[in-house]
């Protein structure tokens, strides 16, 4: 287990410091979704199988396939040489990072009330949970499909290319 | 099994890298993938204390990831398109020329 999670934090990791720092997009982009993958490889190591395989189908599915869309649509695929890929102020961003990564990092280790035993394996299989997404979750599930709904039309709209409007003013 | 420490430890290293590439890189498609890093790490978090809590059988974290990664979904689908839009207009996506709106 100790090793599985080593691997798999590296491989994370790596990949998302790659998807971070390299230079052509397309390659951001299938570093992020092995980053992705290897997130879902955690969430089976903490038996939860179910959001293990959301994980693969809506992040690695589907949503590296909308930003490796994107990319394309904006030709942002292939920076000439010579164009920084970084902002000017980059060493203040990564001042901030660092900083939030050492407080963070800090009040990890010095709190003593998540130092909890591990309980028996549980059990997450996919009846539980739609029982208690029908029953208890029933309305932030509700919700969640209007948001989507929402969501889908209002990028469809705004992505919509922009008519002129002189057909209106002829009439 | 690994306790429950080196979870959030590794989720802090990997919201740290989000953080960082949200606030240094000039795209903007690179800048919305630090955004879904960082929400990644938030859903280890609810995943790992789902595990070690006390009473895993409620299934609140669980349920509070699937959510989230719904949201996670939406919000990109929305992000991309606005890129895509401001492409048609500008021409470029670099995160310091968009200033039409004089922020």
């Known amino acids: 287990m100790e090793l599985a999670f080593i691997v798999l934090g590296l491989l994370t990791l790596t990949s998302a410091i790659a998807a971070m720092a390299m230079r052509q997009l397309v390659h951001c982009v299938l570093c992020l979704s092995v980053t992705l993958a290897g997130l879902g490889g955690f969430y089976l190591l903490l038996n939860a199988e179910f959001v293990a395989f959301a994980q693969i189908l809506v992040y690695v599915g589907a949503v590296t396939i909308l930003v490796v869309f994107a990319t394309l649509l904006t030709r942002g695929g292939n920076p000439e040489v010579g164009v920084a890929i970084f902002s000017s102020s980059w060493f203040k961003g990564i001042a901030v990072a660092v900083l939030a990564a050492g407080s963070l990092l800090f009040c990890v280790l010095t709190t003593s009330s998540i130092q909890r035993p591990l309980t028996a394996k549980p059990k997450a299989d996919v009846k539980m949970i739609g029982d208690k997404l029908m029953t208890s979750h029933v309305l932030a599930l509700e919700v969640i499909g209007l948001l989507l709904t929402a969501a889908m039309i209002g990028a469809v709209i705004i992505a919509m290319p922009e008519r002129p409007k002189e057909s209106k003013v002829e009439n | ?103």
């Open chain 2, 1 to 103: 099994m690994v306790p429950l420490h080196y979870y959030l430890i590794f989720s802090v290293l990997l919201f740290s890298v989000g953080l960082a590439g949200v606030l240094c890189r000039r795209n903007a498609i690179i800048v919305l993938v630090g955004v879904e890093l960082m929400l990644n790490a938030a859903n280890l978090n609810f995943i790992a204390f789902w595990r070690y809590s006390a009473h895993p059988e409620a299934m609140t974290g669980v349920l509070f990831a699937l959510f989230s990664i719904g949201i996670a979904a939406a919000e990109a689908a929305v992000g991309l398109a606005i890129l895509v839009t401001f492409f048609r207009n500008r021409g470029d996506i670099a995160v310091d020329d968009a200033s039409m709106m004089k922020g």
